[in-house]
């Protein structure tokens, strides 16, 4: 893995924990109704998966000399970059950040999916 997927993945990950984070908090809520927490865990995993797509399908147009992957970038890169490095660089970072996101996107994705299946799976005693 090279310094630029590295940090992108940091980057995503530090973003992801947080919303993780916000997700499980909300979970513990509602645990005293284990079908609706699994639900609602499903229901706000899938809203992260495509508040991820969205950002991932914005990342082309954006630019990026101020985003946290820059600033850690120039903080770990051994020289300064100047010009056309820093150009090119910039475009690496896009395709590198928008083909990280959308993986990691599909994985918050199949989590959603995994605690739907959980919730069917919870509400199936209920049933019979």
Request: aromatic share 4%.
């Amino acid at each position: 893995m090279d310094l630029v997927e590295a940090v992108t993945d940091r980057c995503i990950r530090r973003g992801l924990a947080f919303a993780g984070l916000a997700v499980a908090t909300v979970m513990l809520a509602l645990s005293f109704d284990l079908p609706l927490a699994l639900r609602t865990g499903a229901d706000l995993s899938a809203v992260v998966a495509v508040v991820i797509l969205l950002v991932a399908w914005r990342t082309p147009h954006r630019d990026l000399r101020d985003s946290e992957a820059w600033v850690m970038l120039n903080e770990l890169a051994p020289h300064p970059l100047r010009g056309s490095a820093k150009a090119d660089l910039q475009q690496r970072l896009r395709e590198t950040l928008r083909r990280r996101l959308i993986w990691h996107a599909e994985r918050v994705g199949i989590l959603a999916v995994a605690l739907w299946g959980l919730t069917l799976a919870s509400l199936l005693p209920q049933l019979l």
